[in-house]
């Protein structure tokens, strides 16, 4: 059974840096696509970026110049890079992810159970 469990969110005030991590479990696949997705109470949930094992990513407007997404293809892991942080980037963050392929990283399978980040002014 695959899970992602993700860590890393926390309190900021603006202006300053976190680093989410989530790692996958239960999967054998070394062929993966892992994104990163943020939903804000009363809203969608929100594309932010995503990054498959080959090294290709793709990412939105959110965060553009601010958010940096990565992954540790040993340990099924991606991570996000979050700089100068902002009050509206206020949400939970959830990771995302397929394993045995890396064409589709739009509709994700897996989900993580998110990690709140709070950004104060």
């Known amino acids: 059974q695959v899970q992602l469990v993700e860590s890393g969110g926390g309190s900021v005030q603006s202006g300053g840096s976190l680093t989410l991590s989530c790692v996958a479990s239960?999967?054998?696949?070394?062929?993966?696509?892992m994104g990163w997705f943020r939903q804000i109470p009363g809203k969608g949930r929100e594309n932010i970026a995503s990054?498959?094992?080959?090294?290709?990513?793709s990412g939105g407007d959110i965060g553009k110049d601010r958010f940096i997404i990565s992954a540790e293809n040993a340990k099924k892991a991606v991570i996000l890079t979050m700089n100068d942080l902002k009050p509206e980037d206020t949400a939970r963050y959830y990771c995302?992810?397929?394993?045995?392929?890396?064409?589709?990283?739009?509709?994700?399978?897996?989900w993580g159970q998110g990690t709140q980040v709070t950004v104060s002014s």
């Open positions: 239960g999967t054998t696949d070394s062929a993966f696509c």
């Open positions: 990054i498959d094992s080959d090294g290709s990513y």
């Open positions: 995302a992810a397929n394993f045995g392929e890396t064409e589709n990283c739009m509709t994700f399978k897996y």
